[in-house]
């Protein structure tokens, strides 16, 4: 059985970073696409950005390119997200996923077999 533990949410000012840790346990880590999902009160869960198993490829949505990078650590089977510059309209939980489907990076949530609990990010001004 596939788990994903996210960790490193929290409160922060404008401005200030944070990293998002996923630890992933069950299954073969590397065949996974990864991804961050966020959600925020009243609004449908959206794509933040997401890894292909070989790290070659990484996705972004709009509104965090240039701020946040996605990675991962295949040999400690743990997906990061680097949150920098951070913005009010950014707090959310966020979500980290795992898609065991091949082909390009999706930004659809049902592409996505397994989820964790999520993490709350809350920015204030």
């Known amino acids: 059985q596939v788990q994903l533990v996210e960790s490193g949410g929290g409160l922060v000012q404008t401005g200030a970073s944070l990293r998002l840790s996923c630890a992933v346990s069950?299954?073969?880590?590397?065949?996974?696409?990864m991804a961050w999902f966020r959600q925020a009160p009243g609004k449908e869960r959206e794509f933040v950005a997401g890894?292909?198993?070989?790290?070659?490829?990484?996705l972004y949505a709009d509104s965090v390119k240039g701020r946040f990078t996605i990675s991962r650590d295949n040999a400690k089977n743990t997906v990061y997200l680097q949150m920098n510059s951070l913005k009010p309209e950014d707090t959310a939980v966020h979500y980290c996923?795992?898609?065991?489907?091949?082909?390009?990076?999706?930004?659809?949530?049902?592409?996505?077999?397994?989820w964790g609990q999520g993490t709350q990010v809350t920015v204030s001004s």
């Open positions: 996923a795992a898609s065991s489907s091949w082909g390009a990076l999706s930004t659809h949530t049902n592409v996505y077999d397994y």
């Open positions: 069950g299954g073969t880590f590397t065949m996974y696409t």
């Open positions: 890894i292909s198993g070989n790290r070659i490829s990484t």
